[in-house]
């Protein structure tokens, strides 16, 4: 498993933030880790938290795993 991103952070938190458009957002946090999706697969992702305005007293955002080789999402969990 490589070790190096070929995804940028600044690209994988664009791939975040697209999947958030309908939201004003606040904040996010992004760190690089090996994630285990399954057992015996390993990925090197970013895990991205993106914070939105609170909407109709609803907090807004959620966490994103994206890959960091490929920056395709691995998964999406919306606060909502």
């Known amino acids: 498993m490589a070790l190096e991103p070929k995804t940028s952070e600044h690209d994988a938190t664009e791939i975040a933030l697209d999947c958030f458009r309908d939201i004003y957002v606040v904040k996010t946090q992004t760190r690089l880790a090996v994630v285990c999706l399954n057992k ?3 990925k090197l992702a970013w895990i991205i938290e993106v914070q939105g305005d609170v909407k109709d ?10 890959d960091a080789i490929s920056g395709d999402i ?3 969990y919306p606060y909502q």
């Open 40 to 42: 015996d697969v390993q």
């Open 57 to 66: 007293d609803l907090v807004q955002g959620g966490e994103l795993l994206v």
């Open 74 to 76: 691995l998964s999406f």
